[in-house]
């Protein structure tokens, strides 16, 4: 079992900054690729980034591509997702989420989950 848990989200104007963390606790955080999705009212779950099992490989929507950058650091046990140049379409609740050994971008195929962090971006 692995258990996750993101901090970080707020209000912030268009164009402003936050980072979002998410610390997970359980069995071997490196043995484990990591994703961020995120949830708008009224919409599905989408993929934001993911990371591999160490900081080599990410991959982005391309949504965020050039604005996010996912990382982490398994000493601390923790990912983060830096978020930069928000914009109004970015508020969503953003969940992070964890998956033995390779990293995808489809939620279906991650096995833990947390509970989520609201991110408003405010125009």
């Known amino acids: 079992q692995v258990q996750l848990v993101e901090s970080g989200g707020g209000l912030v104007q268009a164009g402003g900054s936050l980072r979002l963390s998410c610390e997970a606790s359980?069995?071997?955080?490196?043995?484990?690729?990591m994703g961020w999705f995120r949830q708008a009212p009224g919409k599905e779950r989408e993929f934001a980034a993911a990371?591999?099992?160490?900081?080599?490989?990410?991959y982005y929507a391309d949504s965020v591509k050039g604005r996010f950058t996912i990382s982490r650091d398994n000493a601390k046990n923790t990912v983060y997702l830096q978020m930069n140049s928000l914009k109004p379409e970015d508020t969503a609740v953003y969940y992070c989420?964890?998956?033995?050994?390779?990293?995808?971008?489809?939620?279906?195929?991650?096995?833990?989950w947390g509970q989520g962090t609201q991110v408003t971006v405010s125009s």
């Open positions: 989420a964890a998956r033995p050994l390779v990293a995808t971008t489809r939620a279906g195929e991650y096995d833990y």
């Open positions: 359980g069995r071997s955080f490196s043995g484990y690729a």
């Open positions: 990371i591999g099992r160490s900081n080599g490989y990410a």
